[in-house]
């Protein structure tokens, strides 16, 4: 029986051995296969992978390679010109230094420096790109007398200089609507400093990592771990990059991978200070309204007004500490913040040496200092600037080109737009809070266009008046009527005699009798009387015998460039121009019957500074001198004893020439002068076109006069021309006399003209 049992467990455990067996070797199948499964998946995976990082690298290496940002253009305004004998003044040249955010030094130990000592102003000028090219930095001394510059000294040598100039000033980014704002740097042009304190407190160890650094993330993870919150970041500065380059700033798990591997192909295909580079110019340092600032080129400029070559410790602390948050550490919400942020900074910097005791303990009692945003780029000259972008669009520029950075050169004298400023707003003040203005000054010998208001307000953007309002111009166009009549010679001269009786006209299907300002008739005047006292009859007798196709072509000659319907009401002024439009008019009277095209933009440049564009003075005779010295002289006799007389009084011993103009039911106050130098039309009126009750005397003409108060006249001198002389003419009759016969006026007239009387005649 027991071996029966014994036999039968025997049986028994045979039988489960195969199955034991068989049970073991299904594992092994299934780990086996499951092995596979995942190696041909991980085989998969890396394809996949190796595939998805040739597309990065092309991607990424496509861009960066080549142009990495749409630059902004860069508008400058004209570069202070220097030479002896130019009547700027001493107090004019700081003034212009300190607007340049040059910094008052003894010392002049760097560009960017200036130093006064009595009738001498010593300047460390910045090294710039200018329309000739580059210009290093120079060192010289500009000695005054009563009558502006007396001679200039280069410091080193003591040579004497015919000519030097300062930088252009920086006054306006080009950035299109939500378009990133940015200045770009290279290299080598930011400090050691700066760069050894940005490494210090972004990325260790920058110049030894292959883009990612896992020390780094694990030391994070530590710190932030004993704080209990996010106090330090692991990415590396080329991680930094490769996120503000091309991701977006999503808080996932795939940006985070997608910027580890974008950070590793960076640094396999490009150098560390190429990356290093690309980092300096992409940081976002802060927001200025609608514009994101990014790189630390235009974040020195943002914040300290100056470029980053010229900032001390203390800047560099505050503007690499604020990289953690732009926002919240903006120093000019959150002066307190920045300031313990800033010195943290300087603590780590004296830390490791960066600093010496003294520098530490110098920059750290230093209060955090930044500019206003609203001296930030100047924003104060919104009409110029619009003015420069419609000019802009119409130069043939390539369209790659103005995306990289391109460098527009403008005529803005920013002291003449400044007197423009503060000229409206002190007279308008006194007058109709509803009114509005523009301004246009120019230099009309060269068809520069110096200052531009478009507004009583000048950081208003918006509808610019100076170019765009079409307004009534009133007795403003009476000299165009005047000019052509002298140009006929042989028939007219400044004697000649003018009938101011009665006249009744038909006009725009209307009977229309033109009135004097007073009301009143004088019978028989001269020409020129009736142009210096703006004599409505006369005039529109002129303009008549003239026809209205002759005064057409005399605004097309003096520069209209587009057609007006001509009635006979326009003889005295019912035709709508702009400012602007009747600036260019004046601008060839001004200039002796030469027209030039007004223009804002002198040259334009690209972001390496070769020249894209470069305006050529392309003067055209348009009248002959002889008639337009004429025409001057009567326009100098209206500021005289005319309706501008108020001039002789403000400028005595002075010559200006000019033309007041007011419209119809006194909606328009217009005038519109010139001394040696330069032209200004202005503009007062509302926008609602109801009248104003001034006229151009009353209205424009008192900004005129408080305007060239402050930017200075310049006696408007005219040697007399070839074949013209003074003669004697009867002042009842108009012709020509002898000298000694009485009852004559001395007037320039051209010799040719006609012929004097042999005897004295009292006809």
Known sequence: MSKTKNAGQAKKGRSKAPSQNTSSSAVIRFFRQTAVLLLKVLCVLVLILLFYLVYLDSKISKKFSGQKWQVPAQIYARSTELLPGATISQQQLINQLNSLQYQRN??????????????????????????NGFEAAQLFSVEFNRGGINRITQRQQKEPLNFARLEPQLIEHLVAAQQEDRELVRLEQVPELFKDTLLLVEDRDFYHHHGVSPLSVLRALWVNALAGRTVQGGSTLTQQLAKNMYLSSDRTLWRKINEAMIALVLDYRFNKDQILEAYLNEVFVGQNYANAVHGVGLGSRFYFGKPVTELQPAEYALMIGLLK???????????????????????????????????????????????PRAQYLNSGYAAYIDAVKKELRQLDINAADKEQGIKVFTYLDTQAQYAAETAVQHQLAKLDPELQAAVVTANYQHGEIIAMLGSKDAVQGGFNRAVDAKRQIGSIIKPVIYLEALAQRGRYTLASILEDVPIRLRSNDQDWQPQNFDKQFRGPVMLIDALA????????RLGLQLGLPAISDGLRRLGLRRKVKLHPAALLGAVELSPLEVTQLYQTIANNGLHQQLATIHAVAGYDGHALYLREHELTRRYNEQEVYLLQYALMQATKTGTGKVLQSTFPGLSIAGKTGTSSDYRDSWFSGFDQNTLTTIWLGRDDNKAIGLTGSTGALSVFSRLYSQLGVSSLL????????LQAFSLKTGYAQPQNCFNVLLLPAISVEMPVMSECTEE
């Open 106 to 131: 003894a010392a002049l130990s760097a560009p960017g420096q200036y130093s006064v000592s009595r009738n001498h102003v010593t300047v460390y000028r910045r090294s710039f790109t200018y329309i």
């Open 325 to 371: 948050g732009p926002s919240y550490f903006d120093p000019r919400r959150y002066p307190e913040r920045a300031r313990q942020r800033r010195d943290l900074v300087l603590r780590l910097m004296f830390e490791q040496h960066l600093l010496d005791k003294a520098q530490y303990e110098s920059a750290v009692t230093q209060p955090v200092s930044v500019i």
């Open 533 to 540: 006292n703006s004599l409505n009859v006369p005039t529109v």
């Open 718 to 725: 005219r040697p007399m021309p070839e074949q013209v002389s």
